[in-house]
């Protein structure tokens, strides 16, 4: 855990913080993992069906991080953290009486108010973890973040693993019903959160979102269509395009979130060796690079391999862009962090929802958009060496 001031962050809170976020990350990727069974029978869904089932998650999680803002200065964050936490309970109840529905438009319509009850509970809660973070460890909050969103990385990589376990053995359901409590238990401990200073309600601010939140915004979103991309097709893309097993696909899957999670870590804990501001200058380039060279390859184990290196290539990016945002608007840290977490879903929705209608039109394939993607790299790259020259000194410098 980041190191922190005279003042030790109290403990139960932590505890919450960091589990509520390895949740949400399970959660997050449960459609992702869930790919190859739904688009068989009893669901058999088409690609674009498949692809819808993430536009209501968009649309939720826009709504739920644009409102974190005012949320948090009415409820505190112990009440934005509370409606997150319910908002994902909601979702997990409606998944999984889809689940035990069978195939059917009833089936269909509830795993559209899964995604859009997931989509807000991300929004929430993400807005109010990234943000309870920086409080809980005031003198190293660019490292509590990026610690935190290493937490949901490795719930978003060993999600698939644990489904493709659980469906090996019983109902595949039997796993959304475990996170289901998990988040139970999140709530139930969320009031531990109200003994960290800051996190009360506060009067809102008349004061406008700076231009430049806005300019962090843009460029989330377009590195989110590059995580979209890579995350939420790439067991499809392993196991339909590539003729792999689907133990192979899930691997693929948990290949990028895993290799995500561990270079955050790795990153995060080699900063006098790797400097922060060249890894996160140059990590765009990286990702075009990958973009380029998945569609060139066929076996599966060379794929999982590149799927790895592309969690590598993405691990900085977003919780850096997240730590400066908020660092240089400490008097608007929720609405910082919603609005940028509204800017990755946003992204995220692009990334996965688009890539749908795009295969079932025949206007590309999934090699193709892979290839075409490498073009978000090279746009990220002069827009991260623009936010490192201009970068304003408000707070305490990343670690």
Request: hydrophobic share 55%; with cysteine.
């Given at each position: 855990?980041?190191?922190?001031?005279?003042?030790?962050?109290?403990?139960?809170?932590?505890?919450?913080?960091?589990?509520?976020?390895?949740?949400?990350?399970?959660?997050?990727?449960?459609?992702?993992?869930?790919?190859?069974?739904?688009?068989?029978?009893?669901?058999?869904?088409?690609?674009?069906?498949?692809?819808?089932l993430?536009?209501?998650?968009?649309?939720?999680?826009?709504?739920?991080?644009?409102?974190?803002?005012?949320?948090?200065?009415?409820?505190?964050?112990?009440?934005?953290l509370?409606?997150?936490?319910l908002?994902?309970?909601?979702a997990?109840?409606?998944?999984i009486?889809?689940?035990?529905?069978?195939?059917?438009?009833?089936?269909?319509?509830?795993?559209?108010?899964?995604?859009?009850?997931?989509?807000?509970?991300?929004?929430?809660?993400?807005?109010?973890?990234?943000?309870?973070?920086?409080?809980?460890?005031?003198?190293?909050?660019?490292?509590?973040?990026?610690?935190?969103?290493a937490?949901?990385?490795?719930?978003?990589?060993?999600?698939?693993?644990?489904?493709?376990?659980?469906?090996?053995?019983?109902?595949?359901?039997?796993?959304?019903?475990?996170?289901?409590?998990?988040?139970?238990?999140?709530?139930a401990?969320?009031?531990?959160l109200?003994?960290?200073?800051?996190?009360?309600?506060?009067?809102?601010?008349a004061?406008?979102?700076?231009?430049?939140?806005?300019?962090?915004?843009?460029?989330?979103?377009?590195?989110?269509?590059?995580?979209?991309?890579?995350?939420?097709?790439?067991?499809?893309f392993?196991?339909?395009?590539?003729?792999?097993?689907?133990?192979?696909?899930?691997?693929?899957?948990?290949?990028?979130?895993?290799?995500?999670?561990?270079?955050?870590?790795?990153?995060?804990?080699?900063?006098?060796?790797?400097?922060?501001?060249?890894?996160y200058?140059?990590?765009?380039?990286?990702?075009?690079?990958?973009?380029?060279?998945?569609?060139?390859?066929?076996?599966?184990?060379?794929?999982?391999?590149?799927?790895?290196?592309?969690?590598?290539?993405?691990?900085?990016?977003?919780?850096?862009?997240?730590?400066?945002?908020?660092?240089?608007?400490?008097?608007?840290?929720?609405?910082?962090?919603?609005?940028?977490?509204?800017?990755?879903?946003?992204?995220e929705?692009?990334?996965?929802?688009?890539?749908?209608?795009?295969?079932?039109?025949?206007?590309?394939t999934?090699?193709?958009?892979?290839?075409?993607?490498?073009?978000?790299?090279?746009?990220?790259f002069?827009?991260a060496?623009?936010?490192?020259?201009?970068?304003?000194?408000n707070?305490?410098?990343?670690?």
């Amino acid at each position: 855990m980041p190191a922190t001031s005279r003042r030790s962050a109290p403990l139960p809170a932590t505890f919450t913080i960091y589990a509520a976020g390895f949740a949400q990350g399970c959660a997050f990727v449960l459609i992702p993992a869930l790919g190859t069974i739904l688009k068989t029978a009893p669901y058999g869904l088409s690609n674009a069906s498949y692809g819808t089932l993430f536009l209501p998650e968009t649309l939720g999680a826009l709504i739920g991080a644009v409102l974190a803002g005012r949320i948090a200065q009415r409820f505190g964050l112990v009440g934005l953290l509370r409606f997150g936490l319910l908002a994902n309970i909601a979702a997990l109840a409606f998944l999984i009486t889809g689940a035990l529905a069978g195939g059917s438009v009833v089936t269909f319509a509830l795993f559209l108010l899964e995604t859009a009850c997931l989509g807000a509970g991300f929004g929430l809660t993400l807005a109010a973890v990234n943000d309870a973070a920086t409080l809980l460890f005031p003198a190293g909050a660019s490292a509590a973040v990026t610690v935190l969103n290493a937490v949901i990385g490795g719930g978003t990589a060993i999600s698939p693993l644990i489904l493709a376990a659980v469906t090996a053995h019983t109902a595949w359901w039997a796993w959304p019903v475990a996170l289901l409590l998990v988040f139970v238990g999140a709530a139930a401990l969320s009031g531990s959160l109200s003994e960290v200073p800051g996190t009360a309600a506060r009067t809102a601010s008349a004061a406008r979102m700076p231009a430049r939140l806005w300019w962090y915004a843009g460029i989330v979103v377009i590195y989110a269509i590059c995580e979209g991309t890579f995350g939420s097709w790439a067991s499809i893309f392993v196991h339909t395009d590539r003729g792999g097993t689907a133990a192979q696909g899930a691997f693929a899957l948990s290949a990028f979130w895993g290799a995500m999670t561990l270079a955050r870590i790795g990153f995060g804990s080699a900063t006098k060796w790797l400097p922060p501001k060249r890894i996160y200058a140059y990590s765009p380039l990286a990702i075009a690079l990958v973009f380029v060279t998945v569609p060139l390859m066929h076996g599966a184990g060379a794929l999982i391999l590149l799927f790895a290196l592309a969690g590598v290539a993405c691990s900085y990016f977003f919780p850096f862009s997240m730590a400066f945002a908020i660092e240089e608007n400490p008097a608007q840290r929720a609405a910082a962090s919603g609005l940028l977490v509204a800017a990755l879903m946003a992204g995220e929705g692009i990334g996965s929802y688009a890539l749908g209608p795009l295969q079932s039109a025949h206007v590309l394939t999934l090699g193709a958009i892979y290839r075409t993607s490498a073009l978000w790299g090279v746009l990220l790259f002069p827009a991260a060496w623009w936010i490192l020259r201009t970068k304003q000194h408000n707070a305490v410098a990343p670690a």
